[in-house]
């Protein structure tokens, strides 16, 4: 009895340099397989956040799985997992937040000093620097 070979379409993955038969990827333009995005998250935890992926599912649990911020029950990513919040200064982790909240904290987080100045009635300092008149007003 002859044999019939069928060829199983491959992609190759960036993350684990292997290559994989298509349904090791999520989606078609993922380039990294099921097994290395994981392996990646693990890595990540440990290596920016200090902690592991069983330390992270218990950090989501504390928080029932909402956004510490505004309780949404979303995280908003891509992948589905939650974002750590930390303190970029030193490193502690805080809380999960939710995509929108994680970027307007950390936007707070580099504009902190201005916006207190700017509630406290101070003069905001890009004004400060701009004694330049605006173009096309004349005396």
């Not at 890595?43 to 029932?64: M, N």
Request: glycine share 8%; with cysteine; proline share 5%.
């Amino acid at each position: 009895m002859k044999r019939l070979w069928c060829v199983v379409p491959e992609k190759y993955c960036s993350g684990c340099r292997r290559n994989h038969s298509l349904h090791w990827f999520t989606q078609p333009t993922d380039s990294t397989c099921v097994r290395a995005r994981a392996w990646c998250r693990k890595a990540k935890l440990k290596q920016k956040f200090g902690i592991s992926p069983e330390e992270y599912e218990v950090l989501v649990r504390k928080f029932g799985g909402r956004c510490g911020i505004c309780g949404a029950d979303d995280p908003q990513t891509e992948a589905g997992s939650w974002p750590i919040d930390h303190d970029h200064t030193t490193g502690q982790v805080r809380g999960i937040l939710c995509l929108t909240c994680n970027r307007k904290l950390a936007w707070v987080d580099r504009h902190e000093v201005a916006i207190f100045r700017y509630l406290a009635g101070e003069v905001p300092i890009h004004i400060e620097q701009n004694t330049d008149r605006p173009s096309g007003q004349e005396e």
